[in-house]
């Protein structure tokens, strides 16, 4: 009885060991990404990205809407991975820090669903007047994955 016992042990713990390691490994997945950069001063600025995996889970699809355009393109998913850690790596607290006064009035948006696997909370992160010399600033996260972003939409900064 001891045996059985020891065993049982050993395979609960296994279970729950798998299970919560497949649970942090689907914790760290994006599964759906909204990008916006809109710009007020200029008529007709406005920019729309969604990118999004395919039901196949090989790629996604990225989808470019801009100056009553659409465009589509296709990504491969280690691409998309590769976007969503960088979101993943962007800090809440590093754009409270900073508020910039400019004459642009840009204002840039990244949204995603994730990273947990039960979610369908879209999780939203924006900022106003975003330079290229935010590379050097708390932004330089939201910049890395707005970068990345405009790179697989064919898009410059």
Known sequence: ILR???????????????????????????????FSDVNSDVINHTLLITISPNIDGKEATVTVEKNNTLEKYYISMSEFNLIGESILKIKPSDLLTDVRDCLDASRTKISFIGPNFLSTTMISYEIDCLLSLDENTQWRDFLSATNLILRVAKQKH
């Open 4 to 34: 059985i016992r020891l065993i049982m042990k050993r395979l609960v713990f296994t279970l729950l060991f798998c299970f919560f390691s497949f649970l942090s490994f689907t914790q760290n997945k994006i599964s759906y990404i909204i």
